[in-house]
């Protein structure tokens, strides 16, 4: 019986852990001002055929807070990898010079600064709902349980500590990253 309330309290937190870990990486295409490799790592290149991560077919380094610079490892990869920049509709005007695709990071404005805030709020709110349902759904395992009443209110009163914990990470994140894309 204990084994099985570890079991559940073990897979609650690791999908609590998951919700989190989503949530930085939801975070990291959100531009905040400075270039930054992860701003173009949602772009899949057409690669002989199959979308392949542009990571896989190129070098993408920040080589300033500007400019973010892709160097393919096959030079006729260059209109491949712009068109794909294009199509990922991220705001960016990619240029090459034959030899790389540099694209040059505008500042951002104020009212974008508010949208990308909104943003993050959007990702941040399905991180916590995620962390909700996680715990909703070890609630029902644990009624499922044959324990005593208390073991079971006690490990309930566990999964909202967790939960609380896990809430908690969620709002530090996000004021971390609003400070990080409201600052000009």
Known sequence: MNEEINIILDATDEGMAEALSHLDKALGNIRAGKASPQMVGSVFVDYYGSQTPLSQVAN??????????????????????????????????????????????????????????????????????????????????IKKVEASEDIKKDTEERIQKLTDKYIKKVEEVLAVKEAEILKV
Request: proline share 6%; net charge positive; no cysteine.
């Open 60 to 141: 993408v380094s920040a080589p300033d807070s500007r400019t973010i610079m892709i160097q393919p490892w096959e030079k006729k990869m260059i209109q491949a990898i712009e068109k794909a920049i294009q199509i990922a509709n991220l705001g960016f005007n990619p240029m090459n010079n034959g030899e790389a695709v540099i694209i040059t990071v505008p500042p951002l404005t104020e009212e974008r600064r508010k949208e990308l805030v909104k943003q993050a709020k959007g990702e941040g709110e399905d991180a916590k709902i995620s962390i909700r349902n996680a715990r909703q759904e070890a609630n029902k395992d």
